[in-house]
């Protein structure tokens, strides 16, 4: 299983049917999805000079969505052309994500798969996405090295999670876990969070350069997610960028 | 699928939209029952409309504004004041001066004859389909609608812009909240001896208010509302007998008045539907709002549906979302809900309010009005609220493309 840790895996196949429902159990990451994909987009879009206006702009770009869950980054990525294969460790998580892929005529190449094993079978893609992942896996160091073996040199891969502060704890603990129930007790464990500046350290070491840092801020008025150039201090996104081969430490 | 969005009803509202999500480069299939040439006729038929900064901000990012800047009026004060027929117009009362905001004229007179052909030319991009939506089923995938000639689309959306009595509301399921005012507003075009300096009038009469809105030209439209049976009356009126009871309350100020197109009349009734979504479904214009027009502002909250809508669909097209996704649809509804609500409350709040003859109300009327007319900040906020640009926006209606 690599670095995914099976009690992690357990807690989301729990509830992996009703990842697709807006107002369901995974409501804060449909939420949080828009702002998400217009950060990844014009990461990617930028990086590979495609234009965003025009239909099917990432036609020939293949992507890796690791910790795909329910396929809700991995559809609109196909949808915009890609190429995508969509990984997460859990057989349920992927047995949904096909069939509602399939129902609406996405051709998505879902695997039931760890980033470590895509790693050593010599895969390798434009773009590496692991969004809300990397608080999730017990080695985050071992996990980036895989990321980073995964993206072919020139090609980013784009990373988002909680960082660990007071007011991470307050909101995405405290906040969201507790009192408004957003997510089950026990998602995220506030020890294992990183921040920024820990996450692009593991990341240079696995011959990622981080090039870009941006926040992602919530307005609980206008249950509204933005993307912020400052705020940091709760989630937040990196891109980092395939150094080449020569310039990259190997782990 | 054969689109990405099937429109339902190709009046200006449908039609804009067309040619936002077209230029978007979104496809797009627009279904209208009236054959276009029909719809895009030379001749003046007396309509015409009151577009706000917003409204000409959205057709000037559509690069249509060039098109109509020359046959606009454009609008460089609001007046508005009380008054009964007894008593000619009433003294002066409130006044919005456009100088009090920074945008330029508060907004333009546009005629119907002009503003329709400059949007049927922009749909070159559009597959237009003479005909109507009869049915649609909503689907995983698409939205599948069934024409009247039994063809099939298919589509990531469906957009009911098919008026107050919206079969694609009603098939989706989506009631609607309204009443009758047991009024009509009758429309004209006045030809007048004197120029309006580009000057509205909004006198509110206790039978209802009447609006003067200047067009090119010593021109302008009249927007007159009186209860429904004396309308009916006075739509059976030969042309003399109707300017004979118009004098009076039109007032002298513009010099003799003159019939300068056809006559129309409209029953008044607030209509909202209940919702603005449904599945893979979302409304726009009179199919999901249609208020009383007593602020002139039916098309352009109509097209506020159009920027929020194209703008929706645009960025969801972009981030490779389904477009006809529930979330990505309510955003359509969360962006224009609180708007068209604060809209059909105050126009209808101000019509019941002024459309009244009881000496207490009339008092309070010019002491409110008054009060509008000594306080700056207020005032600007009453122009900007008038003129569309309050609030947060979608890119269009601040003239920029999403």
Avoid at chain 1, 103 to 131: K, P, Q
Avoid at chain 2, 194 to 216: D, T, W, Y
Wanted: hydrophobic share 45%; glycine share 10%; proline share 5%.
């Amino acid at each position: 299983m690599g670095t995914v840790d099976a009690a992690e895996v357990g807690k989301f196949s729990a509830i992996a049917e009703t990842w697709w429902d807006p107002d369901g159990p995974f409501r804060p990451l449909h939420a949080l999805n828009p702002c998400r994909l217009d950060y990844v987009t014009r990461q990617i879009a930028a990086q590979s000079g495609r234009d965003l206006s025009v239909p099917r702009p990432f036609d020939g770009l293949r992507i890796l969505d690791i910790g795909c869950g329910g396929g809700l980054i991995s559809e609109p990525m196909a949808r915009l052309g890609a190429e995508v294969v969509g990984a997460d460790a859990s057989e349920e998580n992927i047995a949904v994500a096909r069939v509602h892929a399939a129902e609406r005529g996405l051709a998505i190449d879902y695997r039931a798969t760890t980033a470590e094993a895509l790693a050593e079978s010599g895969a390798r893609f434009d773009a590496v996405l692991a969004l809300e992942i990397v608080e999730h896996v017990s080695d985050p160091a071992g996990f980036l090295r895989a990321c980073g073996t995964l993206v072919e040199p020139g090609g980013l891969a784009l990373l988002s999670t909680l960082n660990r502060t007071a007011k991470s704890f307050a909101l995405a603990i405290v906040g969201a876990e507790w009192v408004l129930g957003w997510l089950p007790r026990g998602t995220h464990d506030w020890n294992r969070l990183l921040t920024p500046g820990e996450l692009s350290g593991l990341c240079t070491a696995a011959g990622l350069a981080p090039v870009d840092r941006t926040g992602m801020t919530y307005a609980p008025l206008a249950d509204r997610w933005s993307l912020s150039e400052n705020d940091l201090s709760v989630n937040y996104l990196l891109t980092a960028e395939r150094m080449n081969e020569d310039a990259a430490q190997t782990g | 699928m054969n689109h990405d969005v099937i429109i339902a009803g190709g009046g200006l509202v449908g039609s804009s939209l067309a040619v936002a999500l077209s230029q978007a480069g979104l496809s797009v299939a627009l279904v209208d029952p009236v054959p276009q040439r029909t719809r895009s006729g030379d001749g003046f038929d007396g309509r015409s409309y009151a577009l706000s900064v917003a409204s000409r901000n959205l057709l000037r990012a559509l690069g249509l504004w060039v098109e109509l800047a020359e046959s606009a009026q454009p609008i460089l004060d609001i007046r508005i004041s009380d008054g009964r027929v007894t008593d000619g117009p009433s003294p002066l009362t409130l006044a919005f001066d456009h100088a009090e905001i920074e945008e330029g004229p508060m907004g333009h007179m546009v005629e119907d004859r002009h503003l329709r052909p400059v949007l049927l030319n922009a749909l070159d991009r559009v597959t237009v389909i003479e005909g109507s939506v009869t049915d649609h089923l909503a689907g995983p995938a698409a939205v599948e609608a069934t024409l009247n000639d039994g063809r099939l689309l298919s589509a990531a959306v469906l957009i009911g812009s098919d008026g107050r009595h919206s079969g694609v509301a009603a098939r989706a399921g989506i009631r609607r909240t309204g009443w009758d005012y047991g009024q009509n507003a009758l429309v004209a075009a006045i030809a007048h001896q004197r120029p309006h300096e580009g000057v509205a009038h909004q006198f509110f009469m206790p039978e209802g208010p009447l609006a003067i809105l200047p067009l090119k030209g010593n021109r302008s439209s009249i927007v007159w509302t009186e209860r429904r049976d004396r309308a009916e009356t006075l739509t059976a009126m030969p042309d003399d007998d109707y300017l004979d009871v118009l004098r009076p309350r039109f007032g002298d100020f513009l010099g003799d008045i003159a019939l300068a197109g056809a006559r129309h009349t409209f029953p008044l009734a607030l209509s909202i539907a209940n919702s603005f979504v449904g599945p893979r479904v979302a409304l726009v214009g009179d199919a999901a709002h249609a208020v009383h027009p007593i602020a002139g502002q039916g098309l352009n909250a109509g097209l506020k549906d159009v920027a929020s809508i194209a703008e929706v669909l645009v960025l969801a097209r972009r981030r490779g979302e389904d477009p006809g996704r529930s979330d990505v649809l309510a955003r359509h509804e969360r962006w224009r809900r609180f708007d068209v609500t604060a809209l059909a409350l105050a126009t209808d709040g101000a019509n019941r309010l002024f459309s009244n003859d009881n000496g207490l109300l009339r008092i309070a009327r010019d002491l409110g009005l008054a009060a509008v007319q000594r306080l700056p900040a207020l005032r600007r906020g009453f122009i900007r609220e008038a003129a569309g640009l309050s609030g947060d926006r979608p890119a269009l209606l601040r003239g920029r493309k999403p």
